[in-house]
């Protein structure tokens, strides 16, 4: 089976556009666990322009589920998830000033720092994943970090999948194929959705979790429209 785990950041994105405490991101988790999602993604970034840092704090007690926290591992951030103590942390070599992640981790070229850091989660219990382009010498290397799991960034995936390309997922399979026989944990995520989820999900084995934040959050204005439509007609009779 494969695991939804909802990222929030874009609930956060539009509380944050008018100060204040709407939508309310805990009860927006809560909800999401309800309906059933299996777990909860949060990405804050150093900015705080849409999950901010006491969000973190704030949701670890309703989480019933998976806790996912994603991010680059500066000091502040190790120190929050050492803090928070997730289910598991995603490692994202994301730039400060990135609008959203751009690419995965260089596995070679990081090794040291990212066996150092993943040693230190690990110690403390949390389960580790690093996110990944899907390319076979980063998932070799990705083996060699110790982490417990990888995150195929399927930016590239969603594209060519959107052109009509079902071939862009083939680089996926590979590398699944090698996380499999290495035994490294497979997660996944951006730019998934529900127009290019399941080709995915048929196509690679032993996708353990997919995080979906983007789409997911759209799509459910598209598909909630109509009805709150209806509810505002209603009460202006
Ligand atoms: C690692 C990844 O692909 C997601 O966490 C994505 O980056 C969401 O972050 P933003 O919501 O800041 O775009
Ligand atoms: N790790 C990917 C994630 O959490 C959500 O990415 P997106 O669906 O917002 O592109």
């Known amino acids: 089976m494969t695991k939804l785990s909802v990222n929030i950041n874009k609930i956060a994105t539009l509380r944050n556009s008018r100060g204040g405490d709407v939508p309310n991101v805990v009860q927006f988790a809560m909800d999401v666990q309800r309906f059933g999602a299996q777990g909860i993604t949060i990405h804050p970034r150093p900015d705080e322009r849409h999950i901010r840092y006491q969000d973190a704090y704030d949701l670890k007690p309703i989480i019933t589920t998976e806790f996912n926290i994603e991010g680059n591992p500066i000091p502040k951030f190790i120190d929050l998830v050492l803090d928070t103590k997730p289910t598991q942390v995603t490692l994202v070599p994301d730039a400060e000033d990135a609008i959203t992640s751009n690419a995965g981790w260089d596995t070679i070229k990081h090794k040291s720092f990212l066996q150092e850091v993943i040693k230190e989660f690990k110690n403390n219990g949390i389960r580790t994943s690093i996110f990944v382009d899907p390319d076979l010498h980063q998932i070799e290397g990705a083996k060699e970090t110790g982490t417990d799991r990888i995150e195929l960034y399927t930016e590239a995936y969603a594209h060519q999948y959107k052109i009509g390309n079902k071939n862009g997922i083939e680089p996926y399979m590979e590398c699944a194929g090698l996380a499999n026989t290495l035994q490294l944990g497979i997660n ?13 999900k048929e196509n690679i084995t032993g996708l353990l979790e997919v995080s979906i934040g983007h789409a997911l959050v759209a799509e459910s204005l598209y598909l909630g429209i109509e009805n709150v439509v209806q509810m505002y007609l209603h009460k202006l009779r």
């Open 188 to 200: 996944a995520g951006h730019d998934l959705s529900l127009d290019n989820i399941q080709f995915f």
